[in-house]
């Protein structure tokens, strides 16, 4: 299961139009149905799928700025896939940051109370943003990247 | 072989005008609805306070309990009347929204309206207590 999340979280990376100062590598990871509106987001525009390395590399100037990775972690965490997000978190080149996507990455949502829910992703990797929604519209991903981008802790908080 | 009447073409060219009409009509249409959606959108619940009686009702029914209120009973003596009258007044009011799933089941049981839907996003938040809205955040009519 590891390897499978790894996959999914490493091939898909995206970029911000309209977002120049944020050059983040938007890598997915979709456990459950908030995962639908990242696609939605993707479906409408408001996230592209991220250039080949000769497209990057012929920007230029921006190439120079750093890069953030962040993370968005949509759908329920379950303790047994913990490890497997541990995994997928520290797969990612510093500096990183993640996003808890909807109530269950947060709180764990309505699973709040069950034992097999992690109520929260920030139990198994430090979270940057947390976008409230059951689930959040595709607009709020696009709203809690803008304050990633705004936010300093991007660089120095997230570790 | 029939004859190519001159005004012909005219006729081909219609279709394509009543084509192109219907596609603005179309493009109208589809953005009016959009305009609509977004109008109505269920972006996030806000709270009229004076309308709220503290009945619990929404903190009851709530699926995730993501609502919290206290409040206490004020006796009101009013000229003429036999015995004060018990009010019960609204002390805190509490949405978690990294807790709620948007669901409206409290703004359907809210028997005085005193929830309701607004358009606006919920933004978010870099701290997980930040995402507590207290009377001052939900009264703020977005």
Sequence with gaps: ?159 | MRNVEPDESDQHLQPDEQVVAQAHETAQAHETAQAHETAQAHGTIILDTPACTSCMLCVRECPVWCIELSSHTEQIDEPGSRRPRSVAVLDTFTIDWGLCMFCGICVEVCPFDALAWSPALQPSASAKSDLVAGIDALSIDR
């Design chain 1, 1 to 159: 299961m590891g390897t499978i999340l790894g996959t999914m979280a490493l091939i898909r990376r995206y970029r911000v139009p309209g977002m120049p100062h944020l050059r983040a590598h938007v890598a997915d990871l979709g456990l459950a149905c908030c995962a639908v509106e990242f696609v939605a987001a993707v479906s409408r525009g408001l996230l592209v799928p991220e250039p080949t390395e000769d497209a990057s590399a012929a920007v230029g100037p921006e190439a120079d700025q750093q890069t953030v990775d962040v993370l968005i972690v949509s759908g329920t965490l379950t303790h047994a896939l913990e490890p497997a997000l541990l995994r997928v978190w520290e797969g990612l080149t510093q500096p990183r940051a993640a996003l808890a996507f909807g109530a269950c990455t947060i709180s764990g949502g309505p699973y709040w109370d069950s034992y097999a829910v992690a109520p929260g992703i920030d139990h198994a990797i430090p979270v940057t943003r947390y976008v409230p929604g059951c689930p959040p519209r595709p607009e709020a991903l696009i709203e809690a990247l803008a304050g990633l981008a705004e936010s300093s802790v991007t660089a120095g908080k997230a570790s």
